[in-house]
């Protein structure tokens, strides 16, 4: 009898242990914001940490954590060289991560294969932007304006050469013929001072991304010409007419997403890859994406980590194209 | 009355209960600042911005609270300068020439009260100056490009070069570590990564409180080690704290001259109370002095200054809320902290944050009321705050500083770095370099260059956008006067003495 009891402990202490050992379960979840608290990074990590709590998915609370510098830079070589193997952690990251990455500012040695590419969740589209007054009316206005007198309008936007926000730049003024390298363009310290300076008529063109413009739109002081977007949007964007139907191919989108570090398991991955599909079926998730203005953009595991691989080919393209990269 | 409607909806802001607390935590805190030797109210804002950020406070009670500690510290720069003859701030050095004199004439108490009134009747004329200029300066902010911002810049530096005090070598120099230290990180137009050496950490440049919090609050605390105590000074013996109506009226010209004058220099950028109170007391000497009473405790000689750094004060709030430009030293500081919240300072900051400015504005007018009742019933126990012992005092601040610099950033790299700049500061220091230029060199080099790149995005490498539009000529212009000031004065003083 005592035998058959011992048999039956142990087994029960192998099933208990081994199932310890197989399924992997996050003792402190945290999600890096590669910035400083209230930016856009910040709100990516709420986005998951809020509704994985919501929809009771994940037991502990999903702490944010921020690691400021260099948009993203400073976290990218933290992951990789300090806590590679930390399944703990998802890192926050954005369109603007894969055009840096891509451009070799995280590092000239690092590439989109330097992490693991868990999903993005969320998506915000570009969006040409002019004054209420101008005389332009729809897209093929402004390019047949700018095509005739290329050096006769200022585009400005709220980053550096090579951000995201002068690609958008460099994407319509390629529309109307004229090289990235010879456009006017004016970097200002974020969409807010672009904003100013259209008002002031400094600039005339502002490409910026529609949700962060969102809160402009009933102020009835700019127009939106065309959105970069492949459909147009619901809401109070509908009426907003994409790029696309006015006959020209240009379409930016400011994905949202995560990575973890290069060495976590694939046991890891596949647990956190399980959990974000199953987080992105729930209306708490739903809720709280379009509570911060974020459109569905959803791409999860693997098919993520082959498209962030496409992603860098295609910035390297654009990069070399504009002369960023040789 | 668009005014005066947009004043009220500040006032629900600044009276509900929370915000009352904080204007008096403010101001009471900034009396403190200012009151003690070293720590004045750049200190006083740089330790606690990161304290009320981290705290979550919301912004527009963060600004009431820093804005309260900035002009309670300019009240409370006088106290020790009456006393001890050791100015508490910048502002105060001219407080000491008269005041210090009145104190060992057994003076003390209504030398107290006298400059508490003065300062009082300098704030005020400031904030009514602030509620009436600043929306019409807004107004017309929106026509500022980056090429007038350039100018304004070049106005700006033409103004530090001009105006400061005693060395204007030392304070170029100053200038150009602020310009050295502002270029590191990723270039805003190019992207371009510069002076980082490859450290990541350095991408976006120096975090602006670093820069502070090093600069300033570090190497004043390395200061103080090297003083012993601060119970060498005998405290003089105060009795009457009030002044009688007909030595009130000896100085109302004085005072309403020097609120005048100090609210002028405020609203140049780049200027700050030092300045405000040299020239206020200069032109009062000039005008005043007939008897050759200046120096020695002349009334007069003690309103001038007072009134003229709480003026200056409000005036300096004017280009920042307009233009997100700094006026001074401690509203570069408070600039910091708008940025710190996300908020772009600039000529859209009236239409988009019209509780936050409107908010703070009224604030100020409450801060002031509270400070002058503070003022008169506390005195004696801000005198005995002067004799907190050093070895209470330095480790408090160190801690508080490095906490809030820590919490901001959230690195250890971030730490080391304000190690470097605070020694690099306290060399700086004992080597009597004025440290306000050196963080407007920083704070101003960066908005400087940014506009010139883009104005030159602009227009294609043309140097004429910079002439163009009558912003720019009047600002050219403006810039012309002000570097002759210097010199028409020296005329002035030549042919006055020559008529003597």
């Known amino acids: 009898m005592s035998k058959m009891l011992h048999f039956v402990a142990s087994c029960a202490a192998l099933v208990v242990l081994g199932s310890n050992v197989h399924a992997f379960e996050p003792n402190k979840p945290l999600c890096l914001a590669p910035a400083k608290p209230g930016g856009g990074f910040d709100l990516t990590c709420r986005l998951v940490s809020n509704s994985l709590t919501a929809s009771k998915l994940l037991d502990k609370p999903m702490i944010v954590n921020f690691m400021p510098g260099g948009v993203g830079a400073v976290a990218y070589n933290h992951v990789i060289g300090q806590k590679p193997d930390d399944a703990n952690m998802i890192v926050a990251a954005s369109t603007g991560s894969a055009l840096n990455i891509a451009q070799g500012k995280f590092g000239a040695k690092y590439s989109v294969d330097s992490v693991r590419w868990l999903a ?45 926000d002068w690609f958008k730049a460099a994407i319509i003024a390629k529309l109307a013929g004229i090289n990235p390298k010879d456009m006017k363009y004016v970097a200002f310290e974020g969409g807010g001072e672009a904003l100013t300076a259209l008002m002031g008529n400094h600039i005339q063109i502002y490409p910026g991304d529609i949700a962060e413009f969102s809160g402009q739109i009933s102020s009835g002081k700019f127009k939106v010409l065309a959105l970069l977007s492949e459909e147009r949007l619901p809401g109070q964007m509908s009426h907003i007419p994409t790029a696309k139907e006015q006959g020209f191919d240009a379409v930016w989108t400011i994905w949202r997403g995560f990575y973890l570090g290069p060495k976590v398991s694939d046991e890891e991955y596949d647990y956190w890859v399980n959990k974000i599909k199953a987080l992105a079926e729930t209306p708490e998730f739903k809720q709280e994406r379009e509570a911060r203005g974020l459109y569905p953009f959803t791409m999860i595991g693997k098919p993520y980590h082959e498209f962030m691989q496409k992603e860098e080919k295609r910035f390297k393209e654009l990069a070399k194209e504009a002369g960023l990269l040789k | 009355m668009e005014i005066l409607s947009s004043l009220a909806t500040g006032f629900s802001v600044a009276l509900t209960p929370t915000h009352l607390f904080l204007i008096f935590l403010g101001t009471l805190l900034g009396t403190l600042f200012g009151a003690l030797p070293g720590l004045g109210p750049i200190n006083g804002v740089a330790i606690l911005l990161p304290i009320c950020y981290t705290l979550g406070l919301p912004v527009e009670s963060s600004l009431i609270m820093l804005a309260g500690i900035y002009y309670g510290a300019e009240f409370g720069g006088r106290i020790s300068s009456i006393l001890l003859n050791v100015p508490g701030d ?27 009134v003065a300062s009082f009747v300098g704030a005020t004329i400031a904030i009514v100056g602030l509620t009436f200029f600043a929306p019409l300066l807004a107004k017309v902010a929106i026509y500022f490009g980056p090429s007038e911002y350039f100018v304004l810049m070049i106005f700006a530096f033409a103004t530090i070069s001009a105006l400061m005090g005693t060395n204007p070598v030392k304070s170029l120099i100053g200038l150009t570590v602020g310009l050295i230290v502002g270029v590191v990180g990723v270039d805003s137009t190019t992207g371009v990564l510069r002076f980082t050496f490859g ?25 103080m080690l090297e003083h012993h105590s601060s119970d060498d000074f005998e405290m003089p013996k105060i009795t009457r704290i009030y002044i009688t109506l007909k030595e009130l009226l000896t100085c109302k010209w004085t005072m309403l001259r020097s609120s005048a004058i100090g609210f002028l220099v405020g609203v140049l950028p780049g200027t700050g109370a030092s300045i405000a ?9 000039k005008i005043s002095d007939k008897d050759k009473t200046f120096g020695t405790g002349d009334m007069r000689g003690l309103a001038a200054p007072e009134s003229a750094n709480n003026a200056c004060s409000g005036g300096a709030l004017i280009p920042m809320l307009t233009l997100g430009v700094p006026g001074s030293g401690t509203t570069a500081v408070l600039l910091g902290a708008l940025m710190l919240y996300n908020i772009n300072p600039g000529p859209m900051l009236f239409v988009e944050q019209p509780l936050l400015v409107w908010g703070l504005i009224a604030s100020m007018y409450i801060g002031n009321i509270m400070l002058l009742i503070m003022n008169f019933p506390m005195v004696r126990v801000f005198t005995k705050i002067l004799q907190i012992p050093y070895w209470l005092l330095v480790p408090s601040v160190i801690v508080l500083a490095f906490v809030g610099v820590y919490s901001v950033n959230m690195s250890t790299y971030a730490l080391f770095l304000t190690i ?81």
């Open chain 2, 90 to 116: 910048a502002g105060a050095v001219f407080t000491c020439l008269d005041g210090y004199p009145m104190a060992q004439k057994g003076l003390a108490g209504p030398a107290l009260a006298l400059s508490g």
């Open chain 2, 199 to 223: 450290e990541a950490e350095l991408y976006d440049g120096f975090e602006f409180l670093i820069v502070i919090v090093g600069f300033f609050a570090v190497s004043e605390i390395m200061l």
């Open chain 1, 120 to 164: 993005a969740l969320g998506a915000d589209y570009g969006a040409v932007i002019v004054k209420a007054d101008a005389k332009w009316n729809n897209l093929n206005e402004l390019v047949a304006d700018l095509k005739a007198n290329p050096k006769g309008f200022v585009l400005g936007s709220g980053g550096s050469i090579g951000s995201q």
């Open chain 2, 420 to 500: 470097i700049l605070g020694i690099l500061g306290y060399f700086l220091r004992k080597l009597h370099y004025p440290m306000a230029p050196v963080i407007l060199g920083f704070v101003l080099g960066k908005i400087m260059e940014d506009n010139l790149r883009r104005a030159f995005a602009m227009s294609g490498g043309e140097v004429g956008i910079f002439f163009q539009g009558s912003v720019n000529w009047i600002l050219w212009s403006l810039t012309i006067f002000i570097l002759f000031v210097p010199m028409l004065a020296k005329m002035v003083v030549r042919r006055y003495q020559l008529k003597r």
């Open chain 2, 277 to 285: 109170s040299a020239v206020s007391y200069t032109i009062a000497q």
